[in-house]
T-cell receptor, first 120, second 114 residues
Framework: GAVVSQHPSWVICKSGTSVKIECRSL??????MFWYRQFPKQSLMLMAT?????????EQGVEKDKFLINHASLTLSTLTVTSAHPEDSSFYIC????????????????FGPGTRLLVL | GENVEQHPSTLSVQEGDSAVIKCTYS??????FPWYKQELGKRPQLIID?????GEKKDQRIAVTLNKTAKHFSLHITETQPEDSAVYFC?????????????FGAGTTVTVRA
C-alpha cells in the first residue's frame, strides 16, 4: 500500500517553455501532497504543500507564479514549471502521506520516483 | 522553524561493522521522526520511523533511538552489507500534527567496504 507515482520520469526542454509534472497516489486518497526539489548531492528542499480543493502553500523563497500547483483531485497533484530556465534544472519529487487511509501512520510521507528536469 | 542537523556527512564502514548516524532538531513540538534511504537517482525509501512517545524502535538490523529531552535521535545499522551503501536522511515533523510537514537533515553518504 501507499504507492505514489510520478510522470514523466525525465524531461528535457528548451529555455522559456513550461513543463508539467504529475504526482498520483495510486492506492489511497491524498488530501495533502508535497513537492520537493533536490539538487545533486543535496538534501530534499520542500517547495510547497499541495492541498486538495484549496490553494497550495509555498515555502519562503519559492515563487508561486513560477511553480504552479494544482491539486485537482484526491489522487492527483500537478506541478508546472513556467518559463523554465537552466537554473530550474533539478530533480523534482513529490510525496504524499496516507492520512486517515489506514495505510500505516498517517503522517508518513511516501515518495514518488521523481522527475529529472533538464532545461537547455 | 524546525532545523534538523545530521552528522556525519559521510561514513565509510567495513562490511559487518555497525554504522551510526546522529540527528538533532530544534522544535520541541516535533513528534515524528522518520529515516529515509536514497540510492542514486532513486526515490527516498522509508526504512524506519519513530514517534516521540517511544524511546527506541528496532527492525531487524536497523534501530532508531530518540532522546526527546536532548532533542536528538540516531539511526543504527548493524552487520552492514554492501547493499546498505546509500544516502540516508533523517527528518522531523514540523508545524501542526495534521500538516504532515517534514524538515530533512542534509544527508549522510554511507559506503560499506567489502
Amino acid at each position: 500500500g501507499a504507492v505514489v507515482s510520478q510522470h514523466p520520469s525525465w524531461v528535457i526542454c528548451k529555455s522559456g517553455t513550461s513543463v508539467k509534472i504529475e504526482c498520483r497516489s495510486l492506492d489511497f486518497q491524498a488530501t495533502t501532497m508535497f513537492w520537493y526539489r533536490q539538487f545533486p548531492k543535496q538534501s530534499l528542499m520542500l517547495m510547497a504543500t499541495s492541498n486538495e480543493g484549496s490553494k497550495a502553500t509555498y515555502e519562503q523563497g519559492v515563487e508561486k507564479d513560477k511553480f504552479l500547483i494544482n491539486h485537482a483531485s484526491l489522487t492527483l497533484s500537478t506541478l508546472t514549471v513556467t518559463s523554465a530556465h537552466p537554473e530550474d534544472s533539478s530533480f523534482y519529487i513529490c510525496s504524499a502521506p496516507p492520512g486517515l487511509a489506514g495505510l500505516g501512520w498517517q503522517e508518513t510521507q511516501y515518495f514518488g520516483p521523481g522527475t529529472r528536469l533538464l532545461v537547455l | 522553524g524546525e532545523n534538523v542537523e545530521q552528522h556525519p556527512s559521510t561514513l565509510s564502514v567495513q562490511e559487518g561493522d555497525s554504522a551510526v548516524i546522529k540527528c538533532t532538531y530544534s522544535d520541541s513540538a516535533s513528534n515524528y521522526f522518520p529515516w529515509y534511504k536514497q540510492e542514486l537517482g532513486k526515490r527516498p525509501q522509508l526504512i524506519i520511523d519513530i514517534r516521540s512517545n517511544v524511546g527506541e524502535k528496532k527492525d531487524q538490523r536497523i534501530a532508531v533511538t530518540l532522546n526527546k529531552t536532548a532533542k536528538h535521535f540516531s539511526l543504527h545499522i548493524t552487520e552492514t552489507q554492501p547493499e546498505d551503501s546509500a544516502v540516508y536522511f533523517c527528518a522531523a515533523s514540523i508545524g501542526r500534527f495534521n500538516d504532515y510537514k517534514l524538515s530533512f537533515g542534509a544527508g549522510t553518504t554511507v559506503t560499506v567496504r567489502a
